[in-house]
């Protein structure tokens, strides 16, 4: 199961019940530019409404460390909180009077398994050099060292790995090179053609689900351009 689905995740999700194990996703955050993501006038509400929606057995979620960490109350009961994962960069910005140079990776659920190389789970994640985050035309572009990192501790080799807000695609790259099974989800038509165009740049062939407006869903082929609908979400990358 390798999808790439272009439309609103909340639409999607429903039919993935049962069949995805791990959510890696890196949502609209709280305290996002102004005017950046100008359809999600409630970050909260949207990330709430999407994981109403999933079954998924693992939550991973990633914020900026300036981000209001009770905008994680959107995340449902039943999975319990594990442990935060500190995701830095080698060259650190300013944020105004904050310094700026790491992002949080929130993890809920259930862990894997302990086995060999995998007893402890760590808190640190490797440090992004500059060269990690390429400018790719999404304004939030992820390290694909970082996703990589979360997709190894949060998920085996052939288990699902989603992203409801895939942006321009890293995560889904990670779990693709990562020998993980993948369910992407872009509302925006331009960032969904570019993780397009990453994936087909790591020799991935996934299913692509687009759609027209006020039509149903339809299965096409794997080609390099696709089309789009609904109220926002980003993600990562």
């Not at 999700?13 to 530019?33: C, E, K, M, S």
Request: with cysteine.
């Amino acid at each position: 199961m390798n999808i790439l689905l272009q439309g609103d995740c909340r639409e999607h999700l429903p039919n993935y019940r049962g069949q995805i194990d791990t959510i890696i996703t890196d949502p609209v955050w709280p305290n996002a530019p102004a005017g950046m993501f100008p359809d999600v006038p409630d970050p909260q509400q949207l990330l709430a409404e999407t994981l109403a929606l999933t079954d998924a057995r693992r939550l991973v979620i990633v914020l900026r460390s300036d981000s209001d960490p009770r905008f994680l109350q959107a995340v449902p009961a039943r999975y319990p909180f594990f442990r935060t994962q500190h995701l830095t960069y080698a060259m650190p910005g300013y944020i105004g009077r904050k310094l700026g140079g790491d992002e949080i990776a929130y993890c809920f659920g259930e862990p894997l398994p302990a086995a060999k190389g995998r007893m402890v789970i760590p808190g640190q994640g490797p440090i992004a050099q500059p060269d990690d985050r390429k400018a790719n035309g999404h304004p939030c572009s992820r390290p694909l060292v970082h996703m990589r990192w979360l997709v190894k501790w949060w998920s085996l080799p052939g288990e699902v790995v989603c992203d409801p807000f895939m942006g321009s695609g890293t995560t889904i790259i990670a779990a693709h090179e990562m020998n993980r099974q993948y369910i992407g989800m872009e509302i925006n038509p331009t960032y969904f053609n570019i993780a397009q165009q990453r994936l087909a740049m790591s020799h991935a062939t996934p299913q692509l689900l687009a759609e027209e407006p006020h039509e149903q869903p339809a299965l096409i082929e794997p080609t390099r351009r696709s089309r789009g609908k609904k109220s926002p979400t980003r993600t990562d990358e």
